[in-house]
């Protein structure tokens, strides 16, 4: 099954992502990351509102939500870095509910939150049609979706993206900084790229068609906000990937089956 494939190809990434995760929040990225989100949050006090992070790894979203004061319900589908998250979250989890599921099959009821969140998830997903269809079916109406994400692997399919994806890793070097794909298994990853359906498609504009699909309403994307949120390094490592935000809101009560 694909699912366990990526389940557990994930759970030999959970520290070395889980360090990734650490360098952001010690960096200018937590009060980034912060400011794009609440940026996008309806306009209702802290309290209310309900976010639910998928995807939520190492737990790097509950994180700087919770210490802001947020509550947050966090799902992901690989059990090792649930309880990273949960290791990492230490005293903050007592404002964030940590829970094992499939992005692709939420086993929330409809209507339930006033915000979807989710970074470096959707380009993994084998159905991720589908999943855009429970983050709306979970949502109240008037509900914001934001996610994040990029044109990962792409490079599989386009000789000119390889060609920048291998200098990514040139500028990594020179600069003498951490290249983040040393701590995976590449090979590994590539394989299950190919089997993913986004890794050739051009987004966010795939996404946005998907989302008007869906029923999304006030559908925008932000091409440019890694330059806010990552850090040089970051921007060294990823370069020729570059990340975007899609943002769409729950418009009617119209539910998917």
């Known amino acids: ?16 992502y889980s360090e990734v995760n650490h360098k952001e929040l010690e960096g200018m990225q937590k009060e980034a990351w912060l400011d794009v989100l609440e940026a996008e949050f309806p306009k209702m006090p802290k309290e209310e509102i309900k976010i639910l992070d998928i995807g939520t790894g190492p737990g790097f979203f509950p994180m700087i939500l919770a210490e802001a004061g947020y509550r947050v319900t966090a799902v992901d589908y ?6 990273k998250a949960m290791e990492n979250a230490g005293s903050l989890c007592e404002r964030i509910d940590f829970y094992r599921m499939d992005a692709q099959n939420l086993g929330f009821e ?15 997903l084998e159905k991720p049609w589908q999943a855009y269809r ?5 949502l109240k109406p008037g509900g914001r979706l934001l996610n994040f ?20 890793r040139k500028n990594v070097e020179q600069h003498s900084l951490d290249d983040h794909y040393l701590c995976t298994d590449i090979d590994a990853m590539e394989q299950i790229a190919l089997e993913m359906p986004l890794s050739a498609k051009t987004r966010p504009g795939w996404d946005a068609e998907i989302l008007k699909e869906t029923g999304f309403a006030d559908i925008h994307t932000d091409t440019k906000v890694w330059e806010r949120v990552w850090s040089e390094e970051e921007k060294l490592n990823y370069g020729s990937t570059p990340m975007f935000m899609i943002h769409g809101r729950k418009g009617d009560s119209k539910v998917y089956a």
């Open 149 to 168: 994400d990029a044109n990962w692997y792409g490079y599989l399919y386009d000789e000119e993206k390889r060609k920048a994806y291998e200098q990514d």
């Open 78 to 83: 690989t059990r090792e870095m649930l309880h």
């Open 1 to 16: 099954m694909l699912l366990e494939k990526i389940e557990k190809y994930w759970s030999t990434r959970t520290e070395g």
């Open 110 to 124: 409809d209507n339930t939150f006033d915000v979807v969140i989710s970074r470096n998830l959707t380009w993994n």
């Open 134 to 138: 429970e983050w709306y079916r979970v």
